[in-house]
């Protein structure tokens, strides 16, 4: 059964700096990995995901990082700006069809 | 291409009182899900239909909760009778059968339930 724990429900950032929101999940079974945003009164969106053939996946000013090892995922954004004032969800798939558990979430506020 | 439509997006109702989510997926799409999401909880998955068939139920609460899916553009979260403890925002989800190699989903912007 696929556990995702994410064990920070917030995170505050002046605007310009990095921000780093971390995952750790139990079943390593599948290969990719996910994130997801989420706006209030809107659905999550996809964000980036990984293969777990990379260590690293770079969208822009996201980049995603994962520790097999340590089944461990973590999400940087640099630099950060309001606008990426978010709930932000890591979500790896599980099940025959690959259906996502995600995790609790963390909201980042990024201060002006 | 419109996105996943979902309705109402707010309902308020008193405890006892049945309640219907509705749900129209993205035109293509063979896998539907339904969430909810809560402070405790996170965004956890209740149900999901491959090809209108359910397929995984597992994560409905109780036997309040029903879905169904009657065609390949319609689906309904149904909950009868209602409880305080159902508050929260059920979301509904698409994905077409060839995008589970990167699991990428496309959300309906959620109904807020409320129940007094």
């Known amino acids: 059964d696929q556990q995702v724990k994410q064990n920070s429900p917030s995170l505050s950032v002046q605007e310009g700096r990095i921000s780093i929101l971390n995952c750790d999940y139990t079943?390593?079974?599948?290969?990719?990995f996910l994130w997801y945003k989420k706006y209030p009164a809107e659905g999550p969106t996809f964000l980036i995901s990984i293969s777990s053939i990379k260590d690293k996946n770079e969208d822009g000013r996201f980049t995603v990082f994962l520790n097999k090892s340590a089944k461990h995922l973590s999400l940087h954004i640099v630099p950060s700006q309001p606008g990426d004032s978010a709930v932000y969800f890591c979500?790896?798939?599980?099940?025959?069809?690959?259906?996502?558990?995600f995790g609790s979430g963390t909201q980042l506020t990024v201060l002006p | 291409d419109a996105g996943v439509i979902q309705s109402p997006r707010h309902e308020v109702t008193e405890m006892g009182q049945e309640v219907t989510l509705r749900c129209k997926p993205i035109s293509g799409h063979d896998y539907l899900f339904w969430y909810r999401q809560t402070m405790m909880r996170g965004l956890e998955l209740l149900i999901y239909?491959?090809?209108?068939?359910?397929?995984?139920d597992s994560g409905m609460p109780e036997d309040r909760f029903s879905a169904k899916m009657p065609n390949a553009s319609f689906s309904t979260l149904k909950i009868q009778p209602s409880e305080p403890r159902d508050s929260a925002v059920y979301f509904c989800?698409?994905?077409?059968?060839?995008?589970?190699?990167?699991?990428?989903?496309?959300f309906g912007e959620g109904s807020r339930l409320t129940v007094l």
């Open positions: 979500a790896v798939p599980s099940g025959s069809a690959r259906q996502l558990t």
């Open positions: 079943n390593s079974m599948f290969d990719y």
């Open positions: 989800a698409s994905r077409r059968g060839d995008r589970g190699r990167t699991g990428e989903l496309f």
């Open positions: 239909f491959n090809n209108n068939v359910p397929i995984d």
